[in-house]
């Protein structure tokens, strides 16, 4: 157990639709990543806050958008959702924003459906 | 700009080494980080180096760091059942604390 803790563990909606994911970082991280694995893709960075501020952006869709609430949990909104966007999601977790030894610890990700 | 490329897939029989390569672009990363996902799950950070390192050993786990030639290689020493999963090579982006990562190659251990 990583300490990172991700719900719903699995989402099933209809394409066109909006979902929420929800990740808890470890206690103590002050940095969230989250990540997107789809077999077409791979395992692709989406984007980073660090202390609720954005820190960085990676192949992140613009139906997409995330933040970093003051207690640290994180939210990930699709929107629009498109039968491609059907992938696992993941959550990591550290303690610092991008410092020289900076471990992420993953949650055991989202896994999303859109039929 | 920022690549990490992996063989897809590796077959090895019980008690024999494994050898899971990797290259990767970015000549400035800093750390280059070892992953493994077994079915079902999510990433396990098995091991990492600093890139003014050569090499690392963790127990039955060797790194290999040539940094002329960008590649990195994984050694799992005496290779069980338990070590089938995925294993993902990443390197650190060059924004943040972000993770570049390889395709992933599916170990499979063989009775």
């Known amino acids: 157990d990583s300490g990172v803790t991700q719900t719903p563990k699995h989402l099933i909606t209809a394409t066109g639709q909006r979902v929420t994911l929800r990740c808890s970082p470890r206690s103590g991280d002050l940095s969230v990543y989250w990540y997107q694995q789809s077999l077409d893709q791979g395992l692709q960075f989406l984007i980073q806050y660090y202390n609720g501020e954005e820190r960085a952006k990676g192949n992140i869709l613009e139906r997409f958008s995330a933040q970093q609430f003051p207690d640290l949990h994180s939210e990930l909104n699709l929107s629009s959702l498109e039968l491609g966007d059907s992938a696992l999601y993941f959550c990591?977790?550290?303690?610092?924003?991008?410092?020289?030894?900076?471990?992420?610890?993953f949650g055991p990700g989202t896994r999303l459906t859109v039929l | 700009g920022e690549d990490v490329e992996q063989s897809l897939f590796l077959s090895v029989r019980e008690g024999d080494s494994s050898v899971i390569n990797c290259t990767y672009t970015d000549s400035s990363s800093t750390y280059l980080y070892w992953y493994k996902q077994e079915p079902g799950a999510g990433l396990q950070l098995l091991t990492y180096?600093?890139?003014?390192?050569d090499m690392k050993q963790d127990q039955r786990l060797t790194v290999l760091l040539n940094k002329k030639d960008k590649h990195l290689s994984l050694r799992i020493a005496d290779t069980q059942t338990g070590d089938s999963a995925i294993y993902f090579c990443a390197e650190r982006g060059n924004q943040g604390g972000k993770l570049i990562f390889g395709q992933g190659t599916e170990l499979s251990v063989k009775p």
């Open positions: 990591a977790s550290s303690v610092e924003g991008g410092g020289l030894d900076n471990e992420q610890f």
């Open positions: 180096i600093f890139s003014n390192m």
